[in-house]
């Protein structure tokens, strides 16, 4: 039984930093492409960033060069820091797992994870 738990969420001021965690368990999150995603209200889920399992990096436009992808393969976990977030970063942050070990250009292809998280809450005030 495959399941990703993300943790780390919260309320922060602008400017300030954060890290997202995902604990994965039943699978084994080194051998495939992980994501992170989110979700503001009334928006569509849009990807976040992307690493496979090379250590090759992808990132939304909005995030390059605040955010920071990362993966632990010895704890199967992945992490998303979070710095000098903005208003706009608010949203559900969702952990997911592809079936592949590339991401391609994924990022933006939500059906191409077949493994979700429920979500950590982020708020920028």
């Known amino acids: 039984h495959v399941q990703l738990v993300e943790s780390g969420g919260g309320s922060v001021q602008a400017g300030g930093s954060l890290r997202l965690s995902c604990a994965v368990s039943g699978y084994t999150s080194s051998r495939n492409c992980m994501g992170w995603f989110r979700q503001a209200p009334g928006k569509q889920r849009e990807g976040v960033a992307t690493i496979d399992t090379d250590g090759n990096e992808n990132y939304a436009d909005s995030v390059k060069g605040r955010f920071t992808i990362s993966r632990d393969n010895a704890k199967n976990n992945l992490y998303l820091q979070m710095n000098n977030l903005k208003p706009e970063d608010t949203a559900m942050y969702y952990c997911?797992?592809?079936?592949?070990?590339?991401?391609?250009?994924?990022?933006?292809?939500?059906?191409?994870?077949?493994?979700w998280g429920q979500g950590t809450q982020v708020t920028v005030s």
């Open positions: 997911a797992a592809r079936r592949a070990s590339g991401c391609g250009n994924y990022i933006n292809v939500n059906s191409a994870f077949v493994y």
